[in-house]
C-alpha cells in the first residue's frame, strides 16, 4: 500500500487539495523542517488552534496557538527535535504509514478534516516514537485556495470508541 498516495482523485478537487495540504505537504515540510512550504497553508485574520492536551473533555482543551505564529513556534520546535533523531527507518515513510486522512466534509468554502496518527517509528537506540492522536482541521477556500484556519489538535485516538484510526 502506498501510503503517501493521495485517496482522493483530482476529480473531486477539494479533497485532494485538502489531503495534498494537510498530509503530503505538511510531511514533506515537517521532515524537512522548513516551514516555508506550508506558511501560505493558513487563513491568518481570525486563526485559533486549540490543544486537547489528549483529552475526550472539552473542559480541558486550551488555547494553545491564539495565531499562527504561535503555532509556527511549536511546529519548528517539535521538527528540529526530530529532525535531530537518529531513527532505524526512514522518517518520511514512517510518517505516511501513521497517517490517515480519510473523512473530509465540505460545505461551499468551509470544510472540517480529520486527521489521525496510529503507528511507531522506529528510532536507532532501539526504542520507539508513538504517534497516537489526531486533529481536527477547520479549512476556508480563500481565493481559489484551501487553508487552515484553525483546528483542535492532540485529541485521542480513539476518542471514546474502539482503538484504530
Same mark, same amino acid.
Given at each position: 500500500?502506498?501510503?503517501?498516495?493521495? $485517496?482522493? *482523485? *483530482?476529480?473531486?478537487?477539494? !479533497?485532494?487539495? @485538502?489531503?495534498?495540504?494537510?498530509?503530503? &505537504?505538511? @510531511?514533506?515540510?515537517?521532515?524537512?523542517?522548513?516551514? /516555508?512550504?506550508?506558511? #501560505?497553508?493558513?487563513?491568518?485574520?481570525?486563526?485559533?488552534?486549540?490543544?486537547?492536551?489528549? /483529552?475526550?473533555? $472539552?473542559?480541558?482543551?486550551?488555547?494553545?496557538?491564539?495565531?499562527?505564529?504561535?503555532? &509556527?513556534?511549536?511546529?519548528?520546535?517539535?521538527?528540529?527535535?526530530?529532525?535531530?533523531?537518529?531513527?532505524?527507518?526512514?522518517?518520511?515513510?514512517? =510518517?505516511?504509514?501513521?497517517?490517515?486522512?480519510?473523512? =473530509?466534509?465540505?460545505?461551499?468554502?468551509?470544510?472540517?478534516?480529520?486527521?489521525? +496518527?496510529?503507528? %511507531? =517509528?522506529?528510532?536507532?537506540?532501539?526504542?520507539?516514537?508513538?504517534?497516537?492522536?489526531? %486533529?481536527?482541521? +477547520?479549512? &476556508? &477556500?480563500? !481565493? #481559489?485556495?484551501?487553508? =487552515? /484556519?484553525? +483546528?483542535?489538535?492532540?485529541? *485521542?485516538?480513539?476518542?471514546? #470508541?474502539?482503538?484504530?484510526?
Amino acid at each position: 500500500m502506498d501510503h503517501a498516495r493521495n $485517496p482522493f *482523485p *483530482p476529480g473531486d478537487p477539494d !479533497r485532494h487539495a @485538502i489531503w495534498n495540504m494537510l498530509v503530503a &505537504r505538511d @510531511i514533506d515540510a515537517f521532515v524537512a523542517a522548513d516551514w /516555508s512550504m506550508v506558511a #501560505g497553508d493558513f487563513v491568518r485574520d481570525g486563526f485559533l488552534g486549540l490543544h486537547a492536551m489528549r /483529552s475526550d473533555r $472539552p473542559d480541558g482543551w486550551r488555547i494553545a496557538f491564539p495565531t499562527v505564529e504561535a503555532y &509556527r513556534e511549536e511546529w519548528l520546535r517539535q521538527a528540529r527535535e526530530t529532525a535531530a533523531t537518529a531513527f532505524a527507518e526512514p522518517l518520511r515513510e514512517a =510518517i505516511f504509514r501513521a497517517t490517515t486522512l480519510r473523512d =473530509i466534509d465540505v460545505a461551499g468554502a468551509a470544510a472540517v478534516a480529520r486527521k489521525k +496518527f496510529d503507528g %511507531t =517509528i522506529r528510532r536507532a537506540d532501539g526504542g520507539t516514537d508513538m504517534l497516537l492522536w489526531q %486533529t481536527l482541521y +477547520f479549512c &476556508r &477556500r480563500e !481565493r #481559489g485556495r484551501w487553508r =487552515i /484556519s484553525g +483546528f483542535v489538535g492532540y485529541l *485521542p485516538n480513539p476518542m471514546g #470508541g474502539a482503538r484504530g484510526a
